[in-house]
């Protein structure tokens, strides 16, 4: 009985509960509605909450969620959706050209408005409305869909929205759903905006909120939000045809500068409408579609535009566009590799030009050559120093030119690449190129540091001359026959020395410490020589002349000797005394007895000191100051003192022994004096010829001398100044002609050979065998630093110590191979 008891009240509680679940529903349904009409002032949400509680208790969960699902789905369908169709015309489509298209663009964008407004409206409604109906419903969601893994009523009817409204088809246009519309209207709006026009962007925000509320399954997971599935890529698609549009008109409408700005301002737009229109999530993603359109795909175009591109931007100093352009070119190309062809082409084409100007000076330097024989012929002391000082400027021009260049591309590289270290190696590697293009890169290089340790430096404080030397360094940098600028430095350092040029000797120690900071001490070791026999030479005249006072010399006229010791493997003895004409070796002076005198007495001494050496006197490398007595018209003797070369002052000796109006001739003082011809000739011009240095007087007078014209001692000689100084007359110039070039070239390219050598004895020694590309790898790799050897150079250089059994060829080896013989 009992069993038929609780049967009876189970059938009982069945229909007792359908009819309570129909009254609880209709008054839940009726909620609802008064809750979507925005009349839910009067509910009582406590009873509501009460009514769902009670039916889920019961296990009718199930069905209060499938009608509320119904419920929503047909209020979306009947009231909603007619609300926004309503506001919907074909015109909103993007691209639309029918004849309902908006003629006006502010008509377009009402309209538009108009369906975001409608959108908008709904969504907040319906999420209005959907968290009231959550509150009241709470209890099925957290015990139903909970147990039985079904989404929120919240989330159920987010996705009703998105099925019953925004995907829903528009009447008369196809499949097109009211989303298509949607995102035709913002991407629309966008575009208004780009071309200028003012849009409501909190109304388009609103919109793209919903897309980001609602996702494309109920899992609702970040990747499946609508806005990025379904929207952001037609914004990215329409958004890179734009700009592959606008990069094309751009080019052919705009200079580069108006395009970099413009570029740089679409960047800036954009990143700005992400943060206030559309959404944080697609900064990173149209910031993509810009670089690809407008930088990466045109960025070339721009660099070489005629006119505007980055070459007028260099020559031009448009340092904020160059800065523009390397900005916009780092957001694509890491390495900078059309920027940094363009700058190194562009310092090869100006380095270039430097070149060509500074060879077409030399080349025009033997038509000034003839002028300064004619020059000398009429007597104008000052002319014979023109063409010289023209040449050498010619020589200091081109590195201050390629100084110039080096300051300005500096700037460019601080101010305008932010110091950006492969451009900055794309700008060595161009000044690299085209200085050591130029033959004589090293020879000027030489004599822009000889003119400015003599003259330049003067009246300059010591960071002025620090930083004069940190440039010409900053020049040998790039220099890579750095053998050949030694050569030459050597060569004008012996002569700034010898004859006391040099302003400063601090300066010239200094420039030795930049040069061994720069290229190495093995660089410097015959330079700091050469100072060391300047100091020991000073010491060396003091203690003669101490042993001479000692001696008690009774001759009152005995000349005073400032003598010069010179290491001959440390100085540049075959540059400071050239073979000559005919090829012999130079001719040993004959001095006169008085000068023979003090010669034998310091070789005495000298020789007393360090036995076993031989001393060679260099008389073209000296000078000399006498007195000179010339008779005025009263009866007075004048004294002029004279600064003159050794072999000047030989001549001139000369003449003491000589009658009043008797004569040499050209071939007598030869046979006296054992000079040279050319070194004769041209100290007979410096002594006969210049107009005011005339000592002597040539007879015939003309510039040229002939064995037979005759010479006289000039006692009419007047000069308003008590000291002259008589410049010995040049034959050439500081800068070498083409036959001394060659002459330089050839004795380098010898003592390349015994360095290659020493490489690769060095290199075999510690190997023993090795191949021979890589034995040729790493002669290079090591001399690079001097020179760049000639890969030729080093075969021959190979086969003669092979020749010599310093080394042998292995016989069995795969590969060409050497090893080393002890």
Known sequence: MANTIIRGSKALGNSNDAIDFDTKWAVLASSLREIHTKNASMLSFEELYRNAYQLVLKKRGESLYERVKEFEEAWLKLEVRPRILAVISSALLVGNRGPTAMTTTDEKRVAGERLLKALKQAWE???????????????????????????????????????????????????????????????????????????DK?????????????????EEEEDNKLYLTSFEPEFLDASRRFYEGEGKTLLRQADAGTFCRHTMRRVTEEQDRCRSTLSPLTSPKIKAVIEDELIRNNIREVIELQGSGVKCMLDDDRLEELQMIY???????????????????????????????????????????????????EGDGKASEKPMNLQTAAAIRWVDD????????????????????????????????????????????????????????????????????????????????????????????????????????????????????????TFTQKIEAMFKDMAVSEDLSSNFKKHVARLGDPDPKRAELDIHVLTSTMWPLEAMAPTYYDGEGRPMCIFPPQIERVK???EKFYLDKHSGRRLTWQANMGTADIRAYFPESKGKIKTRELNVSTYAMVILLLFN????????????????TNMPLNELTRNLQSLAVAAKTRILIKEPMSKDIKLSDKFFFNESFYSQFTK?????????????????????????????????????VRIMKQRKELSHQKLITEVIQQLTTRFMPDVNMVKKRIESLIEREYLERVEDSNRPAYRYLA
Do not use: W
């Open 402 to 521: 390629v100084l110039q260049l080096k300051q300005k591309y500096d700037t460019v590289l601080l101010a305008a690449f932010h110091s950006d270290q492969g451009l900055q190696t794309a700008l060595s590697r161009s000044f690299t190129d085209f200085i050591n293009v130029f033959e004589r890169s090293s020879e000027f290089l030489s004599l822009f540091f000889d003119e400015n340790m003599k003259k330049g430096i003067k009246g300059k404080t010591e960071n002025e001359v620090d930083a004069l030397l940190d440039k010409g360094i900053t020049l040998l940098r790039y220099v890579q026959d750095k053998d050949m600028f030694e050569r030459y430095y050597k060569k004008h350092l012996s002569r700034r020395l010898l004859m006391k040029r040099s302003i400063s000797m601090d300066a010239e120690r200094q420039m030795i410490s930049k040069m061994k900071m720069e290229v190495g001490n």
């Open 125 to 199: 409604d319906h999420n209005i409305c959907m968290n009231m109906t959550t509150d009241v419903l709470m209890y099925m969601d957290r015990v139903y869909c909970t147990d039985n893994r079904k989404p929120s009523i919240f989330t159920a009817s987010m996705a009703q929205f998105r099925d019953h409204v925004l995907r829903s088809p528009v009447p008369a246009h196809g499949n097109k759903s009211i989303a298509t519309f949607l995102y035709s209207v913002i991407m629309d709006q966008i575009h208004m905006e780009r071309d200028g026009d003012i849009i």
């Open 600 to 602: 034998h007495g310091f």
């Open 202 to 218: 909190a109304l388009i925000r609103s919109c793209v909120y919903m897309l980001e509320g609602l996702y494309e399954s109920e």
């Open 327 to 377: 900005e916009l070119i780092s957001r694509v190309d890491p390495r900078k590799e059309e920027l940094s062809r363009a700058v190194q082409r562009r310092i090869v084409e100006l380095g270039t030009e430097i070149n060509t100007a500074a060879m077409n000076n030399s080349q025009a330097q033997p038509t000034n050559c003839t002028k300064q024989d004619s020059d000398k012929a």
């Open 657 to 672: 022994d000589l009658p009043p109006g008797e004569s040499y001739t050209c071939e007598e003082l030869q046979a006296r």
């Open 724 to 760: 002259i100084k008589i410049g010995v007359v040049t034959s050439g110039n500081k800068v070498e002609d083409q036959d001394e070039r060659k002459e330089t070239e050839k004795k380098n390219d010898e003592s390349r050979g015994g360095s290659i050598e020493a490489a690769i």
